[in-house]
């Protein structure tokens, strides 16, 4: 069972906006940077942002994250088909010295 | 290109062993810790073990604790995993993953772990 949790799925039309979060305690969102992950069924995750909000090359501006005390939070705008996918965060958390993942978002678009 | 492929994956009866191993490619592999994160058939991801960039720093997530051993070759770009006493739970495609957690990670394509009777 995983320290950090999310809503297990969202859905929205093409277009529309999602907040997707992840929630966990002082010994691992509270304290340490978060990423965010997107994973299609059968493919390795990917990166879409690290350290809170930053996105790595290649991922655009209508993905957006942000950290609030013991909790995160990935955005997407301007929702598209493609951005079907299960979607994890992920940080270390210093009491059980381990990464951990949060329990993932199913994102469905309408 | 950066590459890491895995490789010593299938199927193993419980209480069996296994090693896995991912050589990597395209990149400095002595600059990076290195992890194996796993996920079972419909289920989610789950980190399993890193090792400094060294192999000094070793960690574990509880459930693999006293069973599996993770170590690395920087000579030889290549990481490991025993697997020792396997149980069912421990069924999953076993990823290789460089630098976790930072804004540069490479990850593999995965290798499928059973474990049955």
């Known amino acids: 069972q995983s320290v950090l949790t999310q809503p297990p799925s969202v859905s929205a039309a093409p277009g529309q906006k999602v907040s997707l979060s992840c929630s966990g305690s002082s010994s691992n969102i509270g304290n340490n940077p978060v990423s965010w992950y997107q994973q299609v069924p059968g493919t390795a995750p990917k990166l879409l942002i690290f350290e809170n909000s930053k996105r790595p090359s290649g991922i655009p501006d209508r993905l957006s994250g942000s950290k609030s005390g013991t909790s995160a939070t990935l955005g997407i705008t301007g929702l598209q088909t493609g951005d079907e996918a299960d979607y994890y965060c992920?940080?270390?958390?210093?009491?059980?010295?381990?990464?951990?993942f949060g329990t993932g978002t199913k994102v469905t678009v309408l | 290109e950066v590459q890491l492929v895995e490789s010593g994956g299938g199927l193993v009866q419980p209480g069996g062993s296994l090693r896995l191993s991912c050589a990597a490619s395209g990149f400095t592999f002595s600059k990076y810790w290195m992890s194996w994160v796993r996920q079972a058939p419909g289920k989610g991801l789950e980190w399993v073990a890193n090792t400094k960039e060294d192999g000094s720093d070793k960690y574990y997530v509880d459930s693999v604790k006293g069973r599996f051993t993770i170590s690395r070759d920087n000579a030889k770009n290549s990481l490991h995993l025993q697997m020792n006493s396997l149980r069912a739970e421990d069924t999953a495609v076993y990823y290789c993953v460089a630098g976790v957690g930072s804004g540069d990670p490479h990850w593999g394509q995965g290798t499928l772990v059973t474990v049955s009777s």
């Open positions: 992920g940080t270390w958390d210093s009491s059980l010295n381990a990464y951990v």
